[in-house]
């Protein structure tokens, strides 16, 4: 079975305040030229996408630096639906292993498209970033807009520890109760700071 955990892009889709807007327009229209195109003005930080160590820090590592290898593993979820913080929990030591790719579920994204999404999001707990840096996991994904606010002190550690942000999933809580499942997380191959992305689970039965 495959999970789509990726935001539809449109013209006009939620982004993070601040941030242009993400239009899509048809260009060329069959009943008149034969054909159809459509052009797309997106930034790289709108709907479902990854977050490179360029996005906050000093560096010259495109998107397109960071192996492909490092966008699909094994994926484990942590739950922490009713939670303002995701903290350290002495059970994630065993639950997560080198290599993972961590999928955090909060809830969050069920007020996608809302103003209160931007504004009242959960965030991590540094010694969470911690583990998931001592595990050298892969990538860490969220159903929210960010791992932290400012000074983004979360995004900071984890892209000096290599590991990638996938931020504005969706559908993550399909995931609960799954016990073995692969993620499918792959940026544009672009020379950005981040990228969108199509992000999918593939749940082995």
């Known amino acids: 079975m495959v999970i789509d955990l990726t935001h539809t892009v449109m013209s006009g889709m939620p982004v993070y305040p601040g941030d242009d807007e993400t239009i899509i327009i048809h260009t060329q229209q069959f009943g008149i030229n034969g054909f159809n195109n459509h052009q797309l003005s997106i930034n790289m930080h709108a709907g479902t996408h990854i977050d490179g160590p360029m996005h906050l820090q000093d560096v ?16 484990i979820l942590i739950d922490t639906s009713g939670t303002n913080l995701v903290e350290y929990k002495e059970e994630y030591e065993a639950l997560i292993q080198e290599g993972h790719i961590v999928l955090v579920h909060t809830g969050h ?14 965030t991590l707990s540094l010694a969470f970033v911690d583990l998931l840096i001592r595990k050298k996991v892969k990538m860490l994904g969220l159903d929210t807009p ?50 969108v992305a199509r992000v999918i689970a593939i749940v082995r039965l």
């Open 60 to 75: 010259q590592q495109y998107i397109s630096d960071i192996p492909i290898t490092t966008f699909v593993g094994e994926g």
């Open 109 to 122: 994204s069920k007020l996608y498209g809302q103003t209160a999404y931007f504004e009242d999001y959960p």
């Open 146 to 195: 960010s791992p932290d606010k400012f000074p983004y002190e979360c995004h900071q550690a984890l892209f000096s520890g290599q590991i990638p942000i996938i931020e504005n999933l969706a559908h993550v809580d399909r995931l609960i109760g799954v016990t073995a499942f692969e993620v499918i997380a792959l940026p544009l191959r672009i020379q950005a700071d981040s990228s």
